[in-house]
């Protein structure tokens, strides 16, 4: 694609804001996979713009990425944070925002590549009213996280078939392992394409350091035994049964044991006080002594904390994919996860970490405790950790199949239209263009 016609596309993710800076409290998973997407795609020679909501009147409208990518902010009632739960109300309003926006610039967008089933919903009226090619990256299931949760919030109903008409309708979904593929060929709909295409990271920043010289930056004890965990504070992450394993483990090691808890709390759980709720379990269990809350850390300082780590944990009883446990391996750290969507793919047992099921307090203490206590099966895996990151989880890689997803949909498209102007059936699939040409 030569500069002079970029061909522009529009991604949406209204509720992850992919200017968002990493350590802001809401930002997870998805404003990291669309920025590090949007940007990459640009590269490749697309034009992009990244819509999503306005959460605060001191936001810029408009932050230029690099010269073709661009996140634009729009107002969608109050220009404030609204949790999760209640954004659905608002999404007619960033709807008609995003066609006056459109209109506004003059350009349209023959591609909408939309994120979670809020943007979703809007992807599927802007179907309705002009022709464009879909796409959709869920981030989370209805029907998987309610099923882990064991709770189903009112707007659960709303969302579940929201997110089935999204599979049935869009021109393509992509879905970030097999495992999400397959939850959602069973669980969603029979019908509807599906491409996996994973998540990603920055190689360039997570990457193989000294563990030595991480702990010397940090200021950590160079001789003790270091637990990580990274993410967002919510109960679907599992933290208390790493801290619960934890306890295990540290009774087993005289001491010389730290737990490393970075993150925070989350904005969307209401009153839900996960964070505190993490500390007094801390206390309970007298871990006080040997765990540090870092608070949210950044991402130019997070690649010297998963190095300093002997090993990272991600023990959530529910994760689509997972961008920690890639970066963890992309520094050379060992992951012990939870059986669990995406980490299933991640990661390798006893290649890259271990595996163990959700929930699973003593699974999980046994897992840490082999990583600890084996220096040279860990060494082993630290290099084919890294490797493996390297080698599949690369947003170039990442952003190289999504453009050719989206070259293929584009194609197609054109030939639909040629086939309309012909007066031949329309079809939203190549198979059945190809049929339908024959036919006549
Ligand atoms: N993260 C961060 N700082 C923190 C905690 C988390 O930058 O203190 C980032 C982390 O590096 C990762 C993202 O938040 O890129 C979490 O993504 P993941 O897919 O693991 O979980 P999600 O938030 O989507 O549930």
Redesign the pocket.
């Known amino acids: 694609m030569s500069q002079m016609n970029r061909q522009p596309i529009a991604i949406i993710s209204d509720r992850a804001d992919p200017a968002a800076e990493?350590?802001n409290q809401d930002?997870?998973?998805?404003n990291?996979?669309v920025r590090n997407v949007g940007e990459t795609l640009a590269k490749l020679g697309w034009q992009v713009d990244m819509f999503t909501r306005k959460v605060h009147p001191d936001d810029a409208k408009i932050v230029q990425h690099s010269p073709h990518c661009r996140t634009i902010r729009l107002s969608a009632g109050p220009e404030e944070f609204i949790p999760k739960n209640d954004l659905f109300a608002y999404m007619p309003q960033f709807l008609e925002a995003f066609l006056k926006f459109q209109s506004k610039e003059g350009t349209n967008y023959p591609l909408v590549h939309t994120n979670y089933w809020l943007s979703g919903w809007v992807g599927l009226q802007l179907q309705e009213l002009r022709n464009i090619q879909l796409v959709h990256t869920y981030?989370s299931l209805g029907i998987v996280k309610y099923q882990a949760a064991g709770y189903q919030p009112p707007i659960g109903e709303t969302r579940l078939a929201i997110e089935k008409q999204i599979l049935e309708q869009a021109n393509c979904v992509v879905a970030t392992s097999p495992q999400e593929q397959e939850a959602l060929r069973k669980l969603v709909s029979e019908t509807g394409e599906i491409r996996v295409i994973s998540?990603g990271?920055d190689i360039s920043n997570f990457r193989l350091l000294s563990k030595t010289e991480a702990r010397l930056k940090l200021g950590f004890n160079p001789t003790e035994r270091i637990v990580l965990y990274?993410?967002?504070f919510?109960p679907s992450?599992g933290l208390e049964t790493l801290l619960q394993a934890g306890a295990n483990c540290q009774a087993r090691s005289q001491g010389n044991f730290r737990l490393v808890i970075?993150?925070?709390e989350d904005p969307d759980l209401e009153g839900d006080r996960e964070e505190e709720r993490i500390r007094i379990l801390a206390q309970e269990l007298e871990l006080t002594e040997n765990i540090l809350f870092?608070?949210?850390?950044?991402?130019d300082i997070?690649p010297f904390y998963y190095a300093a780590a002997d090993v990272c944990v991600?023990p959530s009883y529910y994760?689509p994919?997972?961008?920690?446990?890639i970066?963890a391996m992309a520094c050379g750290t060992p992951v012990v996860a939870s059986n669990v969507g995406g980490l299933k793919f991640t990661v390798i047992p006893e290649e890259t970490g271990l595996l163990v099921p959700p929930h699973d307090i003593a699974g999980f203490a046994a897992a840490i405790d082999r990583v600890l206590t084996d220096d040279v099966w860990a060494r082993k895996m630290r290099k084919q950790a890294s490797l493996r990151v390297r080698q599949n989880f690369s947003w170039a890689w990442v952003a190289g199949q999504l453009s050719d997803l989206y070259r293929c949909l584009l194609a197609k498209s054109i030939m639909n239209e040629q086939l309309w102007h012909l007066h031949l059936p329309k079809s939203t699939n190549a198979s059945h263009v190809e049929v339908s040409a024959t036919e006549s």
């Open positions: 990493v350590v930002v997870g998973g998805q990291v996979y981030h998540g990271t990274v993410g967002r919510d992450k970075a993150g925070g870092t608070g949210r850390l950044a991402h997070l991600v994760e994919f997972g961008l920690v446990a970066e």
